[in-house]
Every structure is written in C-alpha cells, then in structure tokens.
Antibody
Framework: EVQLVESGGGLVQPGRSLRLSCAASGFTFDDYAMHWVRQAPGKGLEWVSGISGNSGNIDYAASVKGRFTISRDNAKNSLYLQMNSLRAEDTALYYC???????????????WGQGTMVTVSS | DFVMTQSPDSLAVSLGERATINCKSSPSVLYSSNNKNYLAWYQQKPGQPPKLLIYWASTRESGVPDRFSGSGSGTDFTLTISSLQAEDVAVYYCQQYYSTSLTFGGGTKVEIK
C-alpha cells in the first residue's frame, strides 16, 4: 500500500525552528518528486515547497523562501522540511504529497499523507 | 504569479442533480507547445487530506467515478458532478501546475440541498 506518514509537528514559539519528516512506503521513493503543502485552520491549500527525485531541483513558495529548507534521504525513503524563523502565519496542517509526474517537479499530487499540525504561538 | 479564482464559494445541490464549479486562471495555463492545460482538481472531505480527481484539465484519475468530469481550456475551467451523491459533500480545489510556483484556487464547498 502506498503511504505517506508525516511527523514532527507541535507547538513552537515565534522565531524558533521545527523539522518535519515524512516517511514514504509502497512505491519507489527516489523515482518521484515530493512536495509539502499546508492548510491553515479553516482555510485553503497552499503549496510550500517541492524537491525532485534526485534533489537536483528545488522550489519554494515566496512566503517561505529563505526560512524553510526541503530535503530528502532516498536511502531512508524520507522527506524533510526544516522550518526556521517561524511566524504565527505558518500555523497550519502540513501535508507531504507525492508528485505523480516522476523524477521532475511536475506539480500534480496523487498521494497525500494525513498531515502534521504546526502551531506557532507564544 | 498565477492566480486561481473559483466560483461559487459554496453551492447546495439536490441529490442526483448536477453540480458545476468554475475556476479561472490568470494568466492562461495552456502550454502551446503540447496543447495541454496544466490544471488539476482535488476533492477534500472533512477531516481528510485532499484527493486527486482530475489532471490535464479533463483526465480522470484512476478510480474516480465517471460522474466527475473536467472541461475548459486556457483560462476558464469547469468541474462537473453529473449526479450528486451524498459522498460527494466536500470542498473542491483547482490547482495550476503550469508555473513551478504552484497555486490553488480558494475552494468551493459542495453541500446537499
């Protein structure tokens, strides 16, 4: 069964850091680009960042560029999101999502995890 | 930046009736070299992650019921549920993948009348 399981969320103070993880199973992880998408409470979806299968191509939303870093470890079938200088507006459910296109950043998300909640508050 | 605008924000439809959701992109998401529209639709039920319904504006994802269909080209797109079922109550999002800075529409909530 294809599965994505996020972890690492929690309550953090503004200005602090947090690292999210996503464990993938059921597919050949390094054959696919991966993304992070977030959803603030009661709001819509916002793409955060994407990384190609070989980590050679990385993109970020303008709202997180310079603060967040996406990475992956293909040997561990894992995706990560290092979040620094967190702000109240980063409060959201963070989803890990598989790109259906393949190695390159295509941008269609065919598999989603259940998400991990990040709350930024003092 | 690509801006995706959905309408209406919400709609209530009787069981068995047609539901129509609109999505407008600015600028166009039609790539002229391959004549493909870089537009996807997702369904999100309460408490669940989104689910991919349609990509390339009109290609149904495997396993998606054929009552769901997508149409349109360029800047104007439509998701149609031909005969609304109770399990279709959800929020529906369009999303462009023409630009590497991926963007979603604001969502349309579909309820039973």
């Amino acid at each position: 069964e294809v599965q994505l399981v996020e972890s690492g969320g929690g309550l953090v103070q503004p200005g602090r850091s947090l690292r999210l993880s996503c464990a993938a199973s059921g597919f050949t992880f390094d054959d696919y680009a991966m993304h992070w998408v977030r959803q603030a409470p009661g709001k819509g979806l916002e793409w955060v960042s994407g990384i190609s299968g070989n980590s050679g191509n990385i993109d970020y939303a303008a709202s997180v560029k310079g603060r967040f870093t996406i990475s992956r470890d293909n040997a561990k079938n894992s995706l990560y999101l290092q979040m620094n200088s967190l702000r109240a507006e980063d409060t959201a459910l963070y989803y890990c999502a598989k790109d259906m296109t393949g190695l390159a950043l295509g941008g269609v998300f065919d598999i989603w995890g259940q998400g991990t909640m990040v709350t930024v508050s003092s | 930046d690509f801006v995706m605008t959905q309408s209406p924000d919400s709609l209530a439809v009787s069981l068995g009736e047609r539901a129509t959701i609109n999505c407008k992109s600015s600028p166009s998401v039609l790539y002229s070299s391959n004549n493909k529209n870089y537009l996807a639709w997702y369904q999100q039920k309460p408490g669940q992650p989104p689910k991919l319904l349609i990509y390339w504006a009109s290609t149904r994802e495997s396993g998606v019921p054929d009552r769901f269909s997508g149409s349109g080209s360029g800047t104007d797109f439509t998701l149609t549920i031909s005969s609304l079922q109770a399990e279709d109550v959800a929020v529906y999002y369009c999303q462009q993948y023409y630009s590497t800075s991926l963007t979603f529409g604001g969502g349309t909530k579909v309820e039973i009348k």
